[in-house]
């Protein structure tokens, strides 16, 4: 592959991810989406966040580490009470994390 065709992908791609991004941003305001796509889009952040949790509490290092010693179980089950009393993302991670992080100094 030569130098030229290498820059010329990276040309491309750049300009498809410019004209994706641009076509939400940019005529966001003028096109309309469907009442089912935004009830769907508002479900997004909450299933990436919940896949990237769960992957790293119950996979670490290629192993299931389903021990009592485990930090990150007490952590998690604090934040997710946290979650489901005020239903506040920010105060579910800082709670998450603030336990977390006593938990590994106790």
């Known amino acids: 592959m030569s ?29 309309k989406e469907p009442e089912v796509l935004r009830r ?9 966040l919940t896949a990237l949790v769960t992957s790293s509490l119950f996979l670490q290092e290629g192993k299931v580490p389903l021990t009592l010693r485990n930090p990150e179980y007490p952590a998690a089950l604090i ?13 579910t991670i800082l709670s998450g994390m603030i336990a977390l992080w006593l938990f590994r100094w106790l």
């Open 40 to 48: 769907i889009l508002r479900l997004v952040p909450p299933t990436v």
């Open 3 to 31: 130098t030229v065709h290498v820059w010329f992908v990276i040309g491309v791609v750049g300009l498809v991810t410019f004209l994706l991004r641009f076509a939400f941003i940019g005529l966001g305001d003028r096109l």
């Open 79 to 91: 934040a997710g009470l946290v979650a489901w009393r005020t239903k506040n993302l920010l105060w």
